[in-house]
Nanobody
Framework: QVHLVESGGGSVQAGGSLRLSCVAS????????MGWYRQPPGKAREFVAS????????HYADSVTGLFTISADNPKDTTYLQMNTLKPEDTAIYYC?????????WGQGTRITVSA
């Protein structure tokens, strides 16, 4: 079973930037790439971005397109999420998970708080 550790969260002012990291271990099949998700306070978890195993294909939620960039270091099985021009509505706990991994694979996440 994959083990996921997210880091890089913190508190920033609107307009600031953060870079999140996701280190995966224990998975033998990386063919489904990796995804980033977030759960805003009081809301359901939502998709943010994903990247294919090769890195050639990325997808973003409309709300972060052009602002966030997902990338990966495959030898380290580490995925990054560069977040620029952060807004208060980006406040959430951010998680990573391979799209095909089971729901018991979720890690602890990393919290982002963006103040106006």
């Amino acid at each position: 079973q994959v083990h996921l550790v997210e880091s890089g969260g913190g508190s920033v002012q609107a307009g600031g930037s953060l870079r999140l990291s996701c280190v995966a271990s224990g998975r033998t099949d990386t063919s489904d790439g990796m995804g980033w998700y977030r759960q805003p306070p009081g809301k359901a978890r939502e998709f943010v971005a994903s990247i294919s195993q090769s890195g050639d294909s990325t997808h973003y939620a409309d709300s972060v397109t052009g602002l966030f960039t997902i990338s990966a270091d495959n030898p380290k099985d580490t995925t990054y999420l560069q977040m620029n021009t952060l807004k208060p509505e980006d406040t959430a706990i951010y998680y990573c998970k391979p799209p095909c991994a089971t729901n018991d694979s979720w890690g602890q996440g990393t919290r982002i708080t963006v103040s106006a």
